[in-house]
């Protein structure tokens, strides 16, 4: 990890993790958690726990919000207390479990990683949340750009969470062994379909979220 300025000019530190460094963080913590919970880390990962995690970290949860169409959530810091995290009431629908897990990962991501930074600096000391309001739009909970490494790493973290890079590179591992080769394979190819597919069922995730994965973790490739 280092500590750099923040390129966009927040009063906050910039923390610059290597992805590895992300992946390990993320195992450990999901496996702690469910040893402690669960008697034990099981695949996929269940969506109370991912609540849970939430939960212990914040002030207030609201898991049934009235947001913009665009918006699945939002996290709120405060340099006095705890953040506040609000997910988009629609995604309590069943059809949207896989989005609103990934919602949840992503959200836990900026509790976790970011929400100390604003703390730690002090700024915004009155009773409301710092600004801007940490808003998180539909299409960057499963793939941010790096331009912006608050979001970029608020949805690897949810990813990470969700699939672990232990299982997914074993399982890519056994699917890429099926034609005696080793990953990375071309993701619109069979192995890579099926190395998608299994992500998929094993973790309950959507299937941009399965594909992001395994793209960061360079088991697929694109055309």
């Known amino acids: 990890m280092k500590v750099l300025r923040d390129p966009l000019g927040r009063p906050i530190n910039r923390l610059y993790f290597k992805a590895e460094e992300l992946d390990a963080r993320c195992e450990r913590k999901i496996a702690d958690f469910m040893d402690g919970h669960r008697g034990g880390f099981r695949l996929p990962i269940p969506t109370d726990d991912l609540i849970r995690l939430i939960e212990m970290d914040t002030d207030d949860l609201d898991m049934y919000a009235d947001l913009p169409e665009e918006e699945d959530g939002h996290t709120d810091f405060f340099a006095d207390r705890k953040p506040r995290v609000t997910i988009a009431k629609r995604l309590s629908d069943p059809r949207y479990e896989n989005r609103l897990r990934m919602t949840l990962g992503h959200e836990y991501g900026h509790v976790w990683f970011h929400a100390p930074l604003w703390r ?25 750009p790096q331009s912006d490494w608050m979001e970029f790493q608020a949805a690897y973290i949810g990813g990470a969470l969700l699939m672990p890079a232990y299982s997914v590179k074993l399982w890519a591992g056994e699917i890429a062994m099926r034609e005696a080769k080793q990953p990375p394979v071309p993701e619109g190819s069979d192995l890579g379909r099926a190395m998608i597919e299994r992500l998929i069922r094993r973790c309950r995730v959507s299937e941009q979220a399965a594909r992001v994965r395994l793209l960061r973790l360079g088991l697929v490739v694109e055309p």
Do not use: H, K, L
């Open 120 to 144: 730690i600096s002090g700024f915004g000391t009155d009773d409301g949340p710092a600004e801007p309001r940490w808003t998180c739009y539909r299409d960057q909970i499963v793939d941010a």
